[in-house]
């Protein structure tokens, strides 16, 4: 059974950090590109950041220069850390792996709640 299971949301002021985690299980970790989306009440899903197998990384414009996304193949775990927190950036985060090496898989964690207090 697949598991994607993040942890990390809060409620938090603006200024402040915070450090998301989403820990897999079930599927085989290095195979899959693993990125971090969020959606605001009303709003579109959206891409946060992402990171490929080899750790290339890719951040929205919107959060670009207050984030770092890492990943540590050994725990099965992708990490979103984002500064400098705006009431803007108030939304669910999800977790979501796309394998990339041989057959094509999908999968999103249940979702974070991030709240920013101005």
């Known amino acids: 059974q697949v598991q994607l299971v993040e942890s990390g949301g809060g409620l938090v002021q603006a200024g402040g950090s915070l450090r998301l985690s989403c820990v897999a299980s079930g599927i085989t970790f290095p195979f899959y590109d693993m990125g971090w989306y969020r959606q605001a009440p009303g709003k579109k899903r959206e891409l946060v950041a992402d990171i490929t197998v080899g750790g290339n990384t890719n951040s929205a414009d919107s959060v670009k220069g207050r984030l770092t996304i890492s990943r540590d193949n050994a725990k099965n775990t992708v990490y979103l850390q984002v500064n400098s927190l705006k009431p803007e950036d108030t939304a669910v985060y999800y977790c979501?792996?796309?394998?990339?090496?041989?057959?094509?898989?999908?999968?999103w964690g249940q979702g974070t709640q991030v709240t920013v207090s101005s």
């Open positions: 979501a792996a796309k394998r990339v090496v041989g057959r094509s898989e999908n999968y």
